[in-house]
């Protein structure tokens, strides 16, 4: 998987609702398509995505089929505490990517 | 079937064509088409109706026309804006009637058009050709304010001098930032020759510059031939940031030249932000464009499908797979002209066949092109499969620089045929 572009406010006061920004770039191949001989092409996408704010889930998707390309993935969090915000994206193939942000809430 | 029978089919045909005209004919002695809008769709149809022996009256408010192809040369700094602008000399000697105003609404029940100074004008039909306006309600930070700091020059004319004068006037080694909306918008091409010719003008007297082109797609057309060329002629001076990198702009703070994205802000020395746009004002007064801000028509007629007796050409109308360009436009219009006249005369046009051709320049002497063949589908116009194709990938310059030329005679032969 390519680097993911995240978009997380670098601080945000205590009890603020914060916008996240995702993008993955993935072809996210829905496995139905047939190339020119005819083949079908197997399905790869990213299955599932899935956020944690200091080691606590707060947020996932489970992805199918007809998601588009390039999945860009937005939601809004309630900054609490300073910390570490991970991001994880699984695909068909099994492999997960985790990229993580930091933010400072005062 | 019997010589018998056909004769009477084709009776039968005559007999109702003079039933559909008759109306005309008693109601007015010669119908009247008025044309609003004159660019390449409205000067052309003026003209082309104007021959095929109709009464025309073309309304446009300005006194010269000011072409859009061809202006990225004048950003570039190779050429001056005098050599785009065009009178309305040639078709006031022909004959046809010009009215120098602003349509300011048109009554569709009445047929009726009424001017900034109050007067009234009546048709049998319409024929709206305005081009487009720029969105100022979709961009945040971009209105009509923020163009004077941050121009579109996507309307030929102040805003493209103003462009290549902030160019002029910025350091060496200062930022060029360029948004580029999502389709539909005029000339498809048109973000990514300017992007070409902007990064040849940097390269060549401010070579400590930079382009960046943050883009709301991933797709645009001839985007091999591009980017074939970028990667030999720019590869210091063009950074391509497709939406799937975050290229989609969310917003523009014109007072410090900022271009907001999903992921980054840009702050830039001379920022060239082309915002989403529409058809022209009037087509939205006179209801004949939808919620998509462009207007509906019927392939067959370029009849407009909200307002009978309207036709739309050129930008303004959802051509389908037909590109919003100068060269499209031009082509709507002749046929259009004749298919008004036909209907005028109680006739059935026949189907369409539709050509486009684009040139871009991805230098002054690099020339690259895109042709297509259309016809009525689906409500639209749709490619013909096999038909049209675009320049060669990795040809040897000579062919490049051919294609520069032919640009070039394009540009003459079309200026002439709807202004000279």
């Known amino acids: 998987m390519a680097r993911a572009l995240i978009n997380v406010p670098a601080k945000a006061k205590r009890g603020d609702i914060i916008e996240i920004k995702t993008l993955m770039s993935h072809p996210m191949e829905t496995g139905f398509r047939p190339t020119q001989e005819g083949k079908i092409i197997p399905r790869d996408i990213i299955n599932r995505f899935v956020c944690t704010y200091d080691g606590v889930a707060v947020f996932s998707v489970d992805l199918f089929p007809a998601m588009s390309a390039n999945p860009f993935i937005s939601f809004t969090l309630r900054a609490t505490n300073s910390g570490v915000i991970t991001f994880s994206w699984t695909d068909d193939k099994g492999e997960t990517q985790v990229q993580t942000a930091s933010i400072e809430v005062e | ?420």
């Not at chain 2, 004959?95 to 120098?100: C, D, E, K, L």
């Open chain 2, 1 to 420: 079937m019997s010589l018998t029978d056909r004769r009477q089919i084709l009776g039968g045909l005559a007999a109702t064509a003079t039933v559909l005209g008759a109306p005309y004919v008693s109601a007015q002695a010669q119908p009247h088409v008025i044309v609003i809008g004159g660019g390449f769709g409205g000067a052309t149809c003026a003209r082309f109706l104007h021959r095929a022996g109709i009464k025309v009256t073309l309304i446009e408010e300005n006194a010269t026309y000011t072409s859009c192809p061809f202006s990225n040369l004048v950003i570039h700094g190779s050429r001056e804006i005098s050599a785009q602008q065009f009178s309305y000399d040639a078709l006031k000697s022909e004959g046809i009637t010009i009215v120098a105003q602003r349509a300011q609404s048109v009554d569709g029940d009445a047929r009726r058009v009424t001017l900034n100074d109050g007067t009234t004008l009546t048709y049998d039909r319409l024929i709206l050709s305005p081009g487009i306006d720029m969105r100022f309600d979709a961009l945040p930070g971009y209105d009509a304010a923020s163009a004077e700091l941050m121009p579109h020059a996507w309307k030929a004319g102040a805003q493209t001098v103003l462009l290549r004068r902030q160019l002029e006037a910025m350091e060496d080694g200062g930022l060029v930032v360029m948004s580029v909306p999502a389709n539909p918008y005029r000339c498809p091409p048109g973000p990514y020759e300017r992007a070409s010719l902007i990064a040849h003008y940097l390269k060549t007297k401010k070579p400590k510059s930079k382009l960046i082109v943050l883009d709301a797609k991933d797709q645009f057309s001839k985007q091999k031939l591009f980017q074939e060329a970028w990667a030999n002629l720019y590869p210091d001076h063009l950074e391509y940031v497709p939406l799937a990198a975050g290229g989609k702009t969310t917003e523009v703070i014109a007072s410090d030249k900022t271009v907001v994205t999903e992921f980054s802000r840009y702050t830039a020395a001379v920022a060239n932000i082309i915002p989403p746009q529409q058809a022209g004002k009037i087509a939205q007064l006179a209801g004949a464009a939808d919620r998509t801000g462009w207007c509906p028509i019927d392939p067959m007629t370029f009849e407009s499908k909200l307002r009978p007796n309207m036709h739309v050409i050129g930008d303004a109308a959802i051509m389908g797979a037909m590109p919003k360009s100068a060269f499209a436009a031009n082509a709507q219009a002749k046929l259009c002209a004749q298919t008004v006249a036909q209907l005028l005369r109680g006739e059935t046009p026949a189907e369409p066949k539709l050509v486009n051709t684009c040139y871009s320049l991805v230098a002054p002497d690099y020339g690259i092109s895109v042709a297509g063949v259309y016809r009525p589908g689906n409500g639209v116009f749709v490619d013909i499969e096999g038909a049209g194709g675009t320049s060669p990938l990795t040809a040897p310059q000579d062919v490049r620089t051919r294609e520069a030329a032919y640009s070039n005679a394009w540009f003459g032969i079309i200026t002439a045929e709807v202004f000279g």
